[in-house]
């Protein structure tokens, strides 16, 4: 992915930090956007100068369009290329709550991370997309859909709708050469879940086949993968990486 420009959402931390970094290195221009915490994406994009990457971060709210204007506008202007590859991570706070206690509201909280910010953003680099007949639109879900978390239905109806909108919108890009594919994590502790051992998460653990829990590295690798040439034939996919906890829908 020599020289295509990746934009990462929500990479100033968590797995989209690790995305980002890895992209870079796969020789990516990447795009490190972040919300609140400008230091932390400033910090990314010094980690991938160090090795010769080049990246930039910018602030945007992805889930607004004006948000989504600002972050392709500042990045055709400073890499003079569209954007090839859109990697959709940004997540916002992720409340558990009961059918009691849970409001449309809340579902709408997480479907603006799940739908809204993943649609204003293909919407926004498709055309360029189309014209250059290459293009990568990789969606993060989760392996809460399958599981079904109890008290957790705003999240979990949210990322359910990532696998029905991947498979439709490979339909219809693959005709331009354009991949559409979601990865979905299992459960990978990053700085937002604190200190999480193998050992209090052993509940979790037991469940895993690969009997450990996943690193961001994982998931990753996973995004290079579909981002590069040798995911050439791989659109629609909705590809767990949780070390075979769940088997698929
Ligand atoms: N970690 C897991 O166990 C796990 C499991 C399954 C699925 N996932 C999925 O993987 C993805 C990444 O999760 P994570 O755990 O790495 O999340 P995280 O650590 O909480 O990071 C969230 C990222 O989203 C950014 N963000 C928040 N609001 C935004 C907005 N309005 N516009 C743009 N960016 C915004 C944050 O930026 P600032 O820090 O700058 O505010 C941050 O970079 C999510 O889609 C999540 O649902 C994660």
């Given at each position: 992915?020599?020289?295509?420009?990746?934009?990462?959402?929500?990479?100033?931390?968590?797995?989209?930090?690790?995305?980002?970094?890895?992209?870079?290195?796969?020789?990516?221009?990447?795009?490190?956007?972040?919300?609140?915490?400008?230091?932390?994406?400033?910090?990314?994009?010094?980690?991938?100068?160090?090795?010769?990457?080049?990246?930039?971060?910018?602030?945007?709210?992805?889930?607004?369009?004006?948000?989504?204007?600002?972050?392709?506008?500042?990045?055709?202007?400073?890499?003079?290329?569209?954007?090839?590859?859109?990697?959709?991570?940004?997540?916002?706070?992720?409340?558990?709550?009961?059918?009691?206690?849970?409001?449309?509201?809340?579902?709408?909280?997480?479907?603006?991370?799940?739908?809204?910010?993943?649609?204003?953003?293909?919407?926004?680099?498709?055309?360029?997309?189309?014209?250059?007949?290459?293009?990568?639109?990789?969606?993060?879900?989760?392996?809460?859909?399958?599981?079904?978390?109890?008290?957790?239905?705003?999240?979990?109806?949210?990322?359910?709708?990532?696998?029905?909108?991947?498979?439709?919108?490979?339909?219809?890009l693959g005709k331009h050469n354009i991949t559409v594919n979601?990865?979905?994590?299992?459960?990978?502790?990053?700085?937002?879940?604190?200190?999480?051992?193998?050992?209090?998460?052993?509940?979790?653990?037991?469940?895993?086949?690969?009997?450990?829990?996943?690193?961001?590295?994982?998931?990753?690798?996973?995004?290079?993968?579909?981002?590069?040439?040798?995911?050439?034939?791989?659109?629609?996919?909705?590809?767990?990486?949780?070390?075979?906890?769940?088997?698929?829908?």
């Amino acid at each position: 992915m020599k020289n295509k420009v990746a934009l990462v959402t929500g990479a100033s931390r968590g797995l989209g930090k690790s995305i980002a970094v890895k992209l870079a290195e796969a020789g990516a221009k990447v795009i490190v956007n972040y919300y609140n915490n400008q230091d932390k994406a400033e910090e990314i994009v010094r980690e991938i100068h160090a090795f010769g990457g080049e990246a930039v971060a910018i602030q945007a709210d992805v889930t607004s369009h004006e948000g989504v204007d600002k972050l392709v506008t500042i990045s055709n202007q400073t890499f003079q290329q569209p954007i090839e590859i859109l990697v959709n991570n940004a997540t916002g706070p992720q409340p558990e709550l009961s059918l009691e206690d849970v409001t449309w509201e809340d579902y709408l909280d997480q479907l603006h991370f799940t739908v809204k910010a993943p649609l204003l953003l293909t919407k926004a680099v498709m055309t360029a997309m189309k014209e250059n007949q290459w293009g990568r639109i990789i969606n993060i879900g989760s392996e809460v859909v399958e599981l079904g978390n109890p008290e957790f239905s705003n999240y979990v109806t949210a990322k359910s709708a990532v696998i029905g909108m991947t498979r439709s919108w490979a339909n219809e890009l693959g005709k331009h050469n354009i991949t559409v594919n979601a990865v979905h994590p299992g459960f990978i502790p990053v700085e937002r879940h604190g200190e999480v051992t193998e050992e209090s998460a052993s509940d979790y653990v037991a469940g895993v086949p690969l009997q450990r829990l996943g690193k961001p590295e994982d998931i990753a690798g996973m995004v290079r993968f579909l981002a590069s040439d040798e995911g050439d034939f791989v659109t629609g996919q909705n590809i767990n990486v949780n070390g075979g906890k769940t088997f698929g829908v």
